[in-house]
T-cell receptor, first 111, second 113 residues
Framework: DQQVKQNSPSLSVQEGRISILNCDYT??????FLWYKKYPAEGPTFLIS?????DKNEDGRFTVFLNKSAKHLSLHIVPSQPGDSAVYFC??????????FGAGTRLTVKP | GAGVSQSPSNKVTEKGKDVELRCDPI?????LYWYRQSLGQGLEFLIY????????KSGLPSDRFSAERTGGSVSTLTIQRTQQEDSAVYLC???????????FGPGTRLTVT
């Protein structure tokens, strides 16, 4: 069963605009959420995380929002740059254990 | 380098043969994870090692899959009697302790013909 879902397999945005990547989860016990970015032929790299005690975490152009009541999190990238083009994976865990990943969303930022 | 390394980067094998995939985690990282990414799929958890504790094997898809972690460092994922559906990219990750962000290796692309 897929406990972490990324329902949009792809997203295309114009350079300079905002990219919003969405993620839904079903397990209410998840308390730690992460976003990873993956370029072709490379392993995923950690991007940003948020714990369930927060509803927002910001790091430069990247902000993650968590809505626990809706079991939803999102990653905002603003302004988007062509170098942001990659596959983005959402992940969730319970006390750091048993991390589950979504299927990924391929972001394309057009110049 | 100081990152997670995996070998080989690519492996082509015939159906029915055994394969071994190697992972060298970041030095000092106590947690080590194996994942599989099949074409068009997300990351599928396979197995997790934490220190000297018994590994969490709950993600292994069949008894043809096994993994070892020797001396708390290098790990080997073994797939016996490979099948075509085993074709995927196998990713290894490590973290300082369980719960921290994971650092991934570049993966091993396995193709079973």
């Amino acid at each position: 069963d897929q406990q972490v879902k990324q329902n949009s397999p792809s997203l295309s945005v114009q350079e300079g605009r905002i990219s919003i990547l969405n993620c839904d989860y079903t397990n209410s016990m998840f308390d730690y959420f992460l976003w990873y970015k993956k370029y072709p032929a490379e392993g995923p790299t950690f991007l940003i995380s948020i714990s369930s005690i927060k509803d927002k975490n910001e790091d430069g152009r990247f902000t993650v929002f968590l809505n626990k009541s809706a079991k939803h999190l999102s990653l905002h990238i603003v302004p988007s740059q062509p170098g942001d083009s990659a596959v983005y994976f959402c992940a969730a865990s319970v006390m750091g254990n048993d991390m589950r990943f979504g299927a990924g969303t391929r972001l394309t930022v057009k110049p | 380098g100081a990152g997670v390394s995996q070998s080989p980067s690519n492996k082509v094998t015939e159906k029915g043969k055994d394969v071994e995939l190697r992972c060298d985690p970041i030095s000092g990282h106590t947690a080590l994870y194996w994942y599989r990414q099949s074409l068009g799929q997300g990351l599928e958890f396979l197995i997790y090692f934490q220190g000297n504790s018994a590994p969490d094997k709950s993600g292994l898809p069949s008894d043809r899959f096994s993994a070892e972690r020797t001396g708390g460092s290098v790990s080997t994922l073994t797939i016996q009697r490979t099948q075509q559906e085993d074709s995927a990219v196998y990713l290894c990750a490590s973290s300082l302790v369980s719960g921290n962000e994971q650092y991934f290796g570049p993966g091993t692309r396995l193709t079973v013909t």
